[in-house]
């Protein structure tokens, strides 16, 4: 038998360097557990990063797959496949959106997006309108157009020229965003909250005043749902908590548990700047990935996951509160639902690895915020157990 060792060596060999990975081989999961070759359990308050929202090996998900996979796996976008409609008609029914594009991830239902958008300020004429106006500390993926977008510029470095038109601007000012709008300007682009830039949530005033904005000056406003959207914050899209609904938003992460699909979202006004030819993929919505995604949303909705999520989430943040009254290195505890970031005034690579010796997958991001995101079918015992981990951890870094 191969050990872990040799697998993570062999990795080192022949896989591109682009991750720093943890030395641990992965091999099964159930609910929120996850299992390495060496039969250690984790509890993943990770679950792909806002990705299994249902849990790991969910039974539904996998008999729908596996009942799909026997049937029709993939045929062209040149016909029409039934599980590819009735997701779209799903989610057309279930948010502010009229027409669905299939893609395969978060970034290129983002491509998507920004195409859609420059598309449709050439149709309504105006030819020199294509500048998006995006956020410092935003994510939206790692293609060239998606890079661009993106506020981060670890992010960017070395991949120069990049692609023209994306002018940042600090995140929750509207003023920002307003001194920025030009003739040129098509859009606006935004995370309702941040997740890789560390869970920095919008306020409500910021998206009304943002699609106040928009509409005086003849703007899209596009949401980028990709980590918030499948009932990550305790409703089924972040926008509902805000009563902010964008003209465009992007989906990928949670929409198929863990297979690779992503979405664009528009209304009809928006979307019929899209022609046949405009744009295509060649796996967007095929049918096994989209009968994935049919049971992710029934059981999202129909079995009442994401009310569960936002219970979880609720007593989540409370006891991290309760945490930070008794530890002054924590900062700041914010979030929505079960997207909460813990904002260290130390670095966070020693307490991620300290919970993962004590059997918790947790990531950190920017460095100081620790970034939950555990399945939606999270239980108090999973919680409190994470927690007194951490508590532990804590008293270890400052005693006293
Ligand atoms: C993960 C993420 C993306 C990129 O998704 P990929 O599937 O990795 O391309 C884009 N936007 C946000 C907000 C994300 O969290």
Redesign the pocket.
Known sequence: MTTSREIMEKADRVIAATYGRFPVVLTEGRGCSVRDTEGRTYRDFVAG??VCNLGHAHPGVAEAVSRQARRLVHVSNLYYTEPQVELAEWLVAHSFAERVFFA???????EAAIKLARKYAKEAGSAERYRIITMEG??????MA?LSA?GQDKIKKGFDPLLAGFDIVAFNDLDAVRAAVTEKTCAVLL?PI???GGVRCATRAYLEGLRALCDQEGLLLIF?????GMGRTGRLFAYEHFEVAPDIM?L??ALANGL?M?AMLATNRVAQAFGPGSHASTFGGTPLVAAAALEVVKALVGGGIVDHGRKMGRYFMDRLRDLQLRHDMIREVRGQGLLIGLDLRCDGASVVKGCMDQGFLINCTQGHVLRFMPPLIVEKDDIDALVSCLERLFSELSPG
């Open positions: 990063i806002a395969n991830s978060g970034a290129e239902a983002n935003s994510f939206h993926g790692r293609t998606t993106t995370e941040q997740g890789e980028d749902e990709v980590q918030t992007t990928a992460k690779p992503g």
